[in-house]
């Protein structure tokens, strides 16, 4: 990429980028002009010529005028006759996990007056499932609907963690636009590449929100420049390179088109909104169609298919045709019919194209297929998600404690539930395994198969999970393993055992840089797949708990080699039975224990870490001798506190020859009885 420096006659400096790979030149204004325009090079004439026309004090909302949408769409008309609806505009949330996506929509929600002045609204109203506030992620994507000046605003809340990309994959076919947030400090991380690129591929509009610009160190320029070189990374379209940038801080509730001067409420982010992002594009008396991207299900109402319609109107007892093929059609009724109006669906009697709608009364209504006109409907395009990178083995629970703490234990209930996670879970795959009780899931990452376990946990399933393997690929006779990308944020005082530590991995150094005032560095590596699982405790552990490591899939390339992931060896109990503090006391020394006094453990069940390589077996359940030969005397037994490992932990943990065993009470591990079988 070639950079030049050119200056105007009023010593405005701007820069001309140049990228060879696009073979399009963009121009930027530098981060040292007093109005914070971009997207243009700026002289003393251009500014009052720019098309984003913005007052350098005082924000007023009439100013936004965006170049975006006029350009976008005049490029889209050019493809298609078809009208655009100018009363409602379709976007999706999208951003990195803990850049403020969730708070900046409760925010929103709230400044539209969703709620009531003396509702009681809890925080992150839009993550709702239990697990995504007691983790603090969106792990499901979410609908909403705002209304602002007579315009009606449909919101996609999206999950912020690589894993469950799926998610946002699907939704994007829903929407025109995007609002792109990012931190104000850490600027553009891996999951925001991810979901920009796959935004740019459909063609949207984005208008780029940077977040937190309350922070102390923020450093918006640095964020605004490493944004706009993703764009152009990406090869982003000459219109799509013009966006709109707003600063907010969606704790306070605050927008502006300037870092240092924020209106009181997010007036200036909702006029982007409007202005920069097109309506739906619309072919109102063609043939009915609307591609379900989203399913819901209702107790009473059954199943609920969610998604946008393309064309026609949709009305209420209307017969449809349902397609995934051509070839491959049936017919059903449409019983109800919901738009999303504030925070809740609201019955419909029509539905007119454009707009974001629910549909009840189809019970076998799947994700990616098409509801359509009865007589002359055709199936749109089907959903493409990107291919599973790790895989886990799921089986029957065959510990002694088996049916002690679940209600769902057979195998055919393990695979009833497995099926039904994929009518939901696009990104995943389920396959049988080597025996009739045994599953193999593949999906985006550990946290993705996690999640899916936990719930299963909830509903009282109990089951055993084997440790996460990658999938690889073999190409021309060559071995390819997929490639990640990790970024680790950690202070300077920590960033040598890091360091240390990724290198054992196999991963290569792509780029270190520090972060704002704070004192932290940015190490980016490109490690496989192989070389993270299990590194987020360690990682952890290396840096004393400070550091933050984020990782997106990169690509596939030449396996790495032996990776060591583990150095330590296994406790394992030897015997059946309720473990002693005088049985502990002494296996303490061996290493660090698991389980406390009083704790029903079995045979193969491990109880602790062996401070050396290899397993080491122990008897955790010995008993003092009560003989009158030896003394009565009580003696003060201290043990040392156990270690509470979380399922996440769990799984990271276990080697090839070990198991997890899930239950809705507890979490134990224990060794494979089929590899002590071979040994």
């Known amino acids: 990429m070639e950079m030049a420096l050119v200056f105007h006659s ?17 121009s930027h204004s530098s981060p040292l ?10 002289s003393s004439t251009s500014i009052t010529n720019s098309p984003f026309n913005f ?38 949330i999208v951003a990195h996990v803990d850049h403020g996506k969730t708070t900046l929509v409760d925010a929103m929600l709230k400044q539209a007056k969703v709620f009531r002045d003396n509702q009681v609204v809890q925080e992150r109203i839009m993550d709702s499932n239990d697990l995504e506030r007691e983790r603090g992620i969106t792990i499901l994507s979410k609908n909403t609907s705002i209304s602002y000046k007579d315009m009606k605003i449909n919101i996609i809340d999206t999950p912020g963690h690589s894993d469950f990309g799926g998610e946002v994959e699907r939704v994007l076919n829903m929407v025109e636009g995007v609002l792109l947030v990012v931190d104000s400090v850490e600027g553009p991380m891996p999951q925001t590449r991810f979901v920009l690129k796959k935004a740019l591929e459909f063609g ?85 169609q609307m591609l379900v991207t989203n399913i819901e299900y209702d107790e009473h109402k059954g199943r609920i298919a969610i998604g946008r319609l393309h064309a026609g109107v949709l009305r209420r007892g209307m017969d449809v045709r349902v397609c995934t093929t051509e070839e491959t059609c049936r017919f059903a009724r449409v019983s109800e019919l919901f738009v999303y109006d504030k925070f809740i669906r609201v019955a419909a009697e029509a539905v007119e194209a454009g707009d974001i709608c ?29 291919e599973p990178t790790v895989k886990m083995a799921f089986s029957i629970n065959t510990s002694p404690f088996v049916g002690r703490e679940g209600k769902y234990v057979t195998s055919r209930n393990l695979r009833d539930r497995l099926y039904r996670e994929l009518e939901r879970n696009l990104a995943m795959r389920v396959e049988e395994g080597e025996t009739a009780d045994t599953f193999i899931v593949s999906g985006r990452g550990t946290l993705h198969i996690t999640i899916l376990i936990e719930n299963m946990r909830r509903e009282g399933y109990e089951f055993m999970v084997g440790p996460p393997k990658v999938i690889n690929k073999k190409v021309d006779d060559k071995l390819l393993e997929p490639y990640e990308i990790a970024t680790v944020e950690v202070p300077e005082e920590h960033m040598g055992p890091v360091v240390e530590l990724l290198g054992k991995r196999r991963g290569q150094m792509i780029d270190m840089q520090g972060l704002g005032s704070e004192g932290t560095t940015l190490l980016k ?50 015997e059946e039975g309720t473990t002693t503090s005088y049985a502990l006391s002494s296996s303490q020394d ?18 602790g870490i062996h401070q050396r390589t290899g397993d080491l077996s122990l008897n955790v359940c010995k008993k003092k001798a009560a003989t009158n030969v030896r003394s009565n005397k009580e003696q003060t037994v201290v043990l040392d506190t156990p270690l509470e490992y979380s399922l996440d932990d769990c799984i990271e943990y276990i080697q090839e020859d070990e198991l997890v065993e899930v239950t809705p009470s507890s979490i134990r591990m224990c060794k494979n009885p089929k590899f002590s079988k071979k040994r």
């Not at 001309?16 to 399009?24: A, I, L, M, Q």
């Not at 949408?69 to 100018?86: D, F, H, I, K, P």
Request: hydrophobic letters at 40%; glycine letters at 8%.
């Open 525 to 574: 590596y490109k490690i496989p797949t192989r070389g993270l699982l299990g590194l987020r405790n360690a990682i952890l552990t290396a840096s004393r708990g400070t550091a933050i490591l984020n990782t997106i899939f990169d690509s596939y390339g030449p396996w790495a080699g032996d990776i060591n992931t583990r150095d330590q060896g296994s406790l394992v109990a030897f």
């Open 55 to 92: 007052r350098s004090r005082n924000s007023d909302r009439s100013s936004v005028v965006c170049s975006v949408s006029g350009a976008t769409e005049t490029a889209t008309e050019r493809r298609s006759q078809l009208m655009r609806r100018r009363d409602i505009r379709n976007i999706a």
């Open 204 to 288: 949207h509009a984005v208008v780029v929100v940077v977040n937190k610009i309350d922070r102390p160190s923020a450093r918006p320029d640095f964020v605004i420049n490493s944004t706009f070189e993703l764009f152009i990374e990406l090869n982003a379209s000459d219109e799509q390179c013009d966006f709109q940038v707003i600063y907010a801080s969606g704790i306070k509730g605050q927008a502006g088109l300037s870092p240092d001067n924020l209106a009181e409420d997010l007036g200036p982010l909702f006029e982007s909104i409007i202005r920069c992002i097109p309506g739906p594009h619309i072919d109102k008396d063609g043939a009915l």
């Open 10 to 26: 009023s010593f405005t400096p701007s820069i001309s980028v140049t990228n060879p790979n696009s073979k399009r030149s963009f």
């Open 33 to 42: 002009l007093r109005n914070q325009f971009f997207g243009r090079t700026l």
């Open 358 to 386: 629910a549909v009840c009364g189809i019970d076998d209504i799947q994700i990616g297929e098409t509801i359509a006109d009865k007589i002359t409907g055709k199936p749109l395009p089907a959903i493409r998600v990107e």
């Open 590 to 607: 061996r290493g660090q224990m698991f389980v406390a006094p009083g704790v029903d453990v079995y045979k193969g069940q491990i109880v």
